[in-house]
C-alpha cells in the first residue's frame, strides 16, 4: 500500500519547515511506501526553497506542485491529481504530526472494509482555553476550534473527518468527484467546509468511513482564533455554506429572496440570545443567530423559485 501525503500552502514557510520535518520523522508504513506532496497555492514566501531543502534529506519522495488559481480547494484537487499513491493522506501545514501516524492510517486500511479514515485532532491552547469556551453539554460550540475526539476505540463515523487528519482511498475521489471549490477559503470568500462536504458524499453513498483514535494529529490554536469575533465569523460562514450546499427545499416560500422559515429561525434565536441570564449559554444562543444569519445571506445571494 502506497501512501500519499498531501499538504497544501499559502505563505507559512516557517510553519511549513515544522510539518515536513514531522513527515521526515514518521515511521514508514510497514508495507509499501509513502510521498509527500507539497501544494503551493501561490504563495510569495520562500515556500518554495523550503520544500526543495526537504527533498534533500527525505527517504520518501517529497514533490512541490504550484497551484495559481486561489483557493485552498484548487490547492487539495490538484495534490490529488499529483498522487501517485492508492491511499491519500491529508493533512495541515502548521500541525504536530504523530510520529506513527502512517502506521496507524495503514493498519486502519488493512483492518477495516472501509474507504477512509479519520483520525484523533487535539487542540494546543498556547494561550489557554477562554471562558466562554464550551466543548461539551447543551450550549457545547461547533468545530471553529478545529478538534475531534470520538473516544479510545476505534468506530464508524457518522459524520465526516476533518481535513487536518484524514485518508481516502484514490478511489473515492474517482467515483465522488474532487473537493468542491466554492467552499474553501479563499481571497474572496471564507465559507470552508470543502473536507466535510466531500465527506458527506461519501458517507451518504452507503461508504465505510472509520474513526482510528490512534491516528493523531495535534492543531494550534492561534490567538485570533480564541476570540469571539472569531468564533462569529466562523458560525456565519457555517450558515452560508449550509444554503450553499444544500439548497433551499422546493416550494419554500420567500420574503424578499429569504426562505420564510429563516425569517421564523433568526427571530427564534434573537429571543433566546436576549432573555438568556447565563453568559455561556447567552453566547451559544448568538452564534445560532450568527449561523441563521449566513443563511440568510446566502439564500439572498440567489434567485429561489
Keep these: 500500500m502506497d501512501i500519499s ?30 510521498e509527500v506532496v507539497v501544494v503551493d497555492n501561490n504563495s510569495t514566501d520562500q515556500t518554495r526553497a523550503v520544500v526543495e531543502a526537504a527533498m534533500k534529506g527525505s527517504q520518501a519522495v517529497v514533490r512541490y506542485g504550484f497551484e495559481g488559481r486561489q483557493g485552498k480547494s484548487h ?33 486502519a486500511f488493512t483492518s477495516y472494509p472501509c474507504i477512509g479514515v479519520g483520525g484523533r485532532i487535539v487542540p494546543m491552547w498556547s494561550q489557554g ?28 463515523m457518522k459524520a465526516p473527518p476533518f481535513g487536518a487528519n484524514m485518508a481516502f482511498r484514490r478511489e473515492a475521489f474517482e467515483r465522488f468527484g474532487p473537493f468542491r471549490t466554492d467552499l474553501g477559503p479563499n481571497p474572496r470568500d471564507m465559507v470552508r467546509g470543502e473536507d466535510t462536504e466531500f465527506g458527506r458524499r461519501v458517507l451518504a453513498a452507503g461508504e465505510q468511513v472509520m474513526y482510528i483514535p490512534t491516528m493523531v494529529v495535534r492543531h ?13 465569523t466562523w458560525y456565519f460562514g457555517y450558515g452560508r455554506m449550509l444554503v450553499r450546499t444544500g439548497g433551499i427545499p422546493t416550494g419554500t416560500i420567500c420574503y424578499f429572496r429569504t426562505p420564510r422559515y429563516l425569517f421564523r429561525g433568526f427571530i427564534e434565536a434573537a ?23 449566513g443563511q440568510i445571506a446566502e439564500a439572498r445571494s440567489h434567485s429561489w423559485s
Excluded at 5 to 28: A, F, G, H, K, M
Excluded at 130 to 149: D, F, H, K, T
Excluded at 220 to 232: G, H, I, M
Design 5 to 34: 501525503i498531501i499538504v497544501c500552502t499559502y505563505n507559512r514557510c516557517e510553519r511549513l519547515r515544522n510539518v515536513l520535518r514531522d513527515i521526515r520523522s514518521l515511521t514508514p508504513p510497514r508495507h509499501g511506501g509513502y
Design 75 to 107: 490547492a487539495l484537487n490538484r495534490g490529488v491529481q499529483l498522487a501517485t499513491g492508492a491511499v491519500l493522506a491529508f493533512t495541515d501545514d502548521d500541525v504536530e504530526i504523530e510520529r506513527t501516524w502512517l502506521v496507524e492510517i495503514e493498519r
Design 129 to 156: 482555553k477562554p471562558s466562554w469556551y464550551v466543548e461539551q453539554g447543551p450550549c457545547a460550540l461547533m468545530a471553529a476550534i478545529v478538534r475531534l475526539n470520538l473516544g479510545e476505540d476505534a468506530c464508524e
Design 220 to 232: 494550534p490554536v492561534e490567538e485570533q482564533r480564541a476570540t469571539k469575533a472569531y468564533f462569529r
Design 271 to 293: 429571543a433566546r440570545w436576549l432573555c438568556c441570564p447565563w453568559p455561556k449559554h447567552r453566547f451559544y444562543y448568538e452564534l445560532q443567530l450568527y449561523l441563521v444569519a
